[in-house]
């Protein structure tokens, strides 16, 4: 089959699978925007996973969830079920922190406490793989399996088969050295500038923050990365974005643009078809108009399409997500997180020491 590739790279490499292990396989029922009558859903691509790694003596639970989540919520109670060790749910339902759990208004120090618990305990999966169309990877459910090192995770959010025939077969050694390049250079800034199509241009503060590298290896407990790998990404200072920053189509870069003023998303221009969507969130959580991330793409193998996933990682583009940035290293948790994507920028990073182009129209200078 025309996947065996990448899914045998999936398990050898991505996430380094060893027999023995226990691997646990998220889905949700959303079908794919393409098809193929051999591998026609996610809960098929996640039973073909399974049997090669089987194959391996890794053992593999699947878990699905309906479909037609926002990006940033939280999955189902009956998944935490699923995924966490015997006993957690109780725990949960004993300190009456489910609810809280769920809609995410969970207090740090509750955060703590479960985390204490989870600390405690040994019967637990080695590995998650989460197979959705929209992004569990901000959420509490990612976070307290490997801020507690129960085991390391991957995320897929948008996930299409076209995927393991393209831009999962990159070149992950190169992956990794760009990824953590990008990653350093984020880290040492204080401040970033991403000049984009049309002249417009977004600045904000970068001070104190450390920059990732999702290298698409992720070998240890703990780690986790979104599949496909492939950009080094930090939490802006909230409340710092002044100014504006084009996120239309490769073909039209200027053709949508957004306006920050204060931190937070104060205006989106151009009538971009996602517009209807970002109002209702907004309305439902103000919070989420900050600005939760700067990501560069450090993917040879990723191309322009509608999956964000993938186009988040090209080479040489510059990303900006709104929301939830809790997970790494920012302030702001709500249930949203959503990325953008810029063709064609400049992002000039600048710290006492000086400046540097660490992408220069669409070129990465580093890695």
């Not at 065996?4 to 079908?31: F, H, M, W, Y």
């Not at 990365?225 to 039209?252: K, M, W």
Request: charge should be negative; aromatic fraction near 6%.
């Amino acid at each position: 089959m025309k996947y065996d590739q990448a899914i045998d790279s999936l398990l050898d490499i991505n996430l380094a699978c060893k027999a023995g292990e226990r691997l646990a396989i998220v889905t949700d029922d959303a079908p794919f925007a393409g098809s193929d009558p051999d591998v026609p859903t996610r809960v098929a691509l996640a039973e073909l996973i399974a049997a090669k790694a089987a194959e391996r003596k890794v053992e593999t639970t699947i878990s699905t969830y309906p479909g037609g989540q926002q990006s940033g919520a939280e999955p189902p109670l009956h998944v935490f079920e699923a995924v966490y060790p015997a006993g957690f749910m109780e725990y949960l339902k004993t300190e009456q922190l489910a609810d809280k759990l769920i809609d995410k208004t969970i207090t740090a120090d509750e955060v703590a406490k479960l985390e204490k618990y989870l600390s405690a305990g040994s019967d637990s999966i080695d590995v998650l793989l989460v197979l959705s169309a929209s992004s569990i990877s901000h959420t509490n459910f990612r976070r307290l399996l490997t801020r507690t090192k129960i085991a390391r995770a991957a995320t897929m959010p948008g996930v299409e088969l076209e995927m393991f025939a393209g831009v999962m077969t990159a070149d992950w050694k190169l992956v990794e050295s760009r990824s953590e390049a990008a990653a350093t250079a984020l880290s040492a800034a204080d401040t970033a500038e991403v000049h984009s199509a049309g002249g417009r241009v977004l600045r904000f503060s970068l001070a104190g923050r450390d920059g990732t590298a999702d290298t698409g290896i992720i070998n240890k407990p703990g780690q986790f990365g979104n599949l496909p790998g492939g950009e080094g990404f930090i939490a802006p200072i909230e409340g710092t974005a002044e100014g504006e920053l084009s996120v239309g189509p490769p073909e039209d870069p200027a053709r949508w643009w957004f306006r920050f003023a204060g931190g937070n998303l104060v205006e989106v221009l151009g009538d971009p078809p996602f517009l209807p969507k970002l109002d209702k969130v907004f309305e439902t959580h103000p919070v989420a108009r900050n600005l939760a991330e700067l990501g560069v793409g450090t993917n040879e193998k990723a191309q322009p399409c509608d999956s964000v996933l993938e186009s988040e990682k090209i080479l040489g583009t510059v990303h900006l997500a709104v929301g939830d940035n809790a997970g790494f290293g920012g302030n702001v948790s709500v249930p949203f997180h959503q990325d953008y994507i810029v063709y064609g920028p400049t992002l000039i990073l600048k710290s006492a020491e000086g400046e540097t182009r660490l992408v220069d129209e669409g070129t990465l200078t580093v890695g």
